[in-house]
């Protein structure tokens, strides 16, 4: 998952609910989108694997401000925030568990 150093934090207004106490795993997807129920399994195991960690889907079309504001051109897009709601990792595509338990290692550090 490669680094993203855009600075914005993200709290429960952009995610609609409390983000983790240790790291949020913040998963843009839509309706048709057929990784993207893949991915949601993998940071849905993920996130339960690791105490603090939540794992938060958000569609895309339904939030269109937030998705623009962030630049996500396609879904999946996940976002890995610190405890403070940091971008800290981004990725597209369907992620490899390793990948997102790495980016997490670096997001709770």
Known sequence: MPEHDGGKRLGAGELGVEPGERATLVQFSSAFCQPC????????EVAAMVDGVTHVEIDAEDHLPLVRELGVRQTPTVLVLDADGRIVRRATGQPRRADVIAALGRAVA
């Open 37 to 44: 129920r893949a991915t949601r399994r993998t940071l849905s």
